[in-house]
């Protein structure tokens, strides 16, 4: 049965100073749940509606639907919920293969379908800004769909981590090049802005080449793109060559 | 003052049969609003904290926060709510230039997004399924951020509307050919399919070009991409040659 310290303690883990102070974050879904569980990741608690999964009894948690019900951070709730342990993430001293940077991305959902663009695009390492949304918030881990387990995120001073690389790096402006036109480097980090502003003028002056998506409408009043499909199209050209 | 009856009348346009009966859809925020004002699409009641757009006085009615709180789909109310009239929309009779094309897309964010993009790379004409998620949905209004205004959306019998066409057809298949190696024909129409279970197979016979993104990670439960970012891609690759 559920406790309702149990059921505090999850609701909690909806803001990120629970989540840091308790060292936990939550998963939602029997896909993100097995996929985590077969990760590197440590499972805190699982409760679920039956034993579905094969975890050891002291960390199992029989719960019915009413009481995922109280729990979940979703609309409709899943048959479990599991509380993992927040690792300790860091990068490799030099990276020497595509990395991307995101400065201030706020959305939870653009920050899960940059994750698992990463993961399909084999980009091994995401580098946020302290600002950027934390990708253990429960709807980043549910858009992620299980690819939090194979992109490592970690959250830097973007500027010292700039300055500390001896890679290019492309950063993404309505004047940049044409990027169909440009030929990219591998080795390279790609740097996304912020839904409303872009990239910051701090991280701006830290930017070796500036690139673009050119708009095909003639139209003064389109909207740019949204950061995780302009996000796509970029990671689409650097693989395709 | 808003009535009461005003607000049961736009809170029930959440709901597709409402907006068909009364003919009406909801549209928020300023942004939103002035770009449906300046394009032909008709005005039928706005609702403002202020006089901020220049609208005949019977189609204005003052609105104070609470009222606007009521009304609003969204979890932030904006200053301004405006009822347009749905339009009648319909195609050309023959297509001869990329359209769109949308299997049962069913979550009001993509199509939203994919409304977006077919404005940024100039796609007139976006034909839906039946059973693809309404355009004048509140959500779908909102995440178009004004595109709505330069898409054609329509819906219709996608067997039909298909096999009347004398274009190239290419769908999106995981085992489809890669789309970087393929020459993409201008005039053709690309098919998109359901997030869940990707293009019919009452449609999947009418294709003629089985087309796919490749996958850059080595692990076998990467996810595939969200029909919103693989329309990005497939659009950027038609039109960077």
Redesign the interface.
Known sequence: MVSKSQIKLITSLGQKKYRQKNGLFVAEGIKVIQ?LL?SDFQLEKLFACEAIFDVSEDQFVLADVRDLKKMSFLKTPQTALALFKIPQQDLEEVLDELTVVLDGVRDP?NLG?II??C????VKNLVCSKDTVDCFNPKVIQST???I??VNVVYKNLAEFLQSQDLVSYGTFMEGENV?QKKLRQKAVLVMGNEANGISLEIEKLISEKIS???????Q???S??V???T??FL??F??K
């Open positions: 996929e077969n959902g379908t698992r663009l993961d399909w695009f084999g769909m299980g690819s387990t194979r169909y998506i050119p708009q095909f409408s003639q139209s009043e389109t909207e793109l949204n995780a499909t302009a796509a199209i689409s050209e693989r395709r």
